[in-house]
């Protein structure tokens, strides 16, 4: 087995759960899971926006689609039992921070609620052996510090969203304490906090690189609140491989020793600052992409945050094969050939089998 790549035997036939599946990364991972041959079920919403990697790529053709809400604890709880999944990754959240201030009982009852869902779902279905809780780099107490977050640091988060993503990674931690391994569930549970991720198929309100497509093909310039805000930017196939790699790891035999938290982020250099990011994109883009300054009050927002992921390299295989410069222009690709008619899923699972073929940031097999 390939330990940077995720294990095709592995997954070959396994029962997968996704929750939010209909998502911009819970449609890469899903297209990812069936490259490798599982028996995907995926529970989410309909897809938020129009277009939707979860529509273009026709999604629902390939896995066994259900359409539900992580707050409906008797939905989630049904599909689980039917599905009868080895393997569950819950990625399904209000995932946006500005979002979260307009609807913060939305935020909190998805984000935190959903998360007890699913677990209280888990523990009556007796087939699962591993669950991954995706969470947020954002979960930490952001000092504004210039290090970077290890996952021993104190849960926090300002605004609605952070402060929920935290939520759940404390709901996390006491239930695999309460509820699962040592007599309880023998399910292994674990977290994974990524940075801020960029990819083809993402056309997410209020996400820079979306927001900033949209603009330039549009002519116009892309406003942007906080040009100096520092992110763990990465692209989507970076943590999605963590992702994977830790739920492997969790069905060892010593899969107990990993049932944590895990950070999947960027090298530092990867770290940029949002104008840097904005001026690759425009770079790019060609004659007459910019940007300017964004007018008025804001919500708070992070100016400096980012995660060491020094224990998923060290003890999992896992490290980041893209740089930022690298992951820009596979977004950029993405875009431009599907705006020339190219397939979706094509071009989707076409970057996940180059991806694969990195052994590291920059070097092929």
Known sequence: MDRCNPDPVFWAGRRVLVTGHTGFKGAWLSLWLTRLGARVIGFALAPETDPSLCALAELPARIDSRIGDVRDFAALTACMAEARPEIVLHLAAQALVRPSYADPVGTYASNVMGTV????????????????????????????????????????????????????????SAYRASFFGAGGHPAKVASARAGNVIGGGDWSLDRLVPDVVRAFERGEPVEIRAPGAVRP?????????????????????????????????????????????????????????NWRLASGRHPHEATFLKVDASKARAYLGWEPRLRLSEALDWTGAWHRAKAQGADAATLTLEQIARYEALTKAGSQV
Not at 117 to 132: D, K, M
Not at 146 to 155: F, G, K, Q
Not at 245 to 261: I, K, P, V
Request: with cysteine; aromatic share 10%.
């Open 233 to 289: 930017w990465q692209h989507v196939l970076e943590p999605l491989s963590g992702y994977l790699r830790l739920a492997e790891t969790l069905c060892s035999e010593d899969g107990a020793r990993y049932a944590e938290g895990w950070n999947f982020g960027p090298a530092d250099a990867d770290c940029w600052p949002v104008s840097e990011v904005v001026a690759a994109l425009a770079r790019g883009w060609g004659e007459g992409a």
């Open 117 to 172: 869902h699913l677990l209280e779902a888990v523990r009556a279905c007796p087939s699962v052996r591993a669950v991954v809780i995706v969470t947020s780099d954002k979960a930490y107490e952001n000092r504004e510090w210039v290090w970077a977050y290890r996952e021993d640091e104190p849960m926090g988060g300002r605004d609605p969203y952070s402060n929920s993503k935290g939520c759940a990674e404390l709901v996390t």
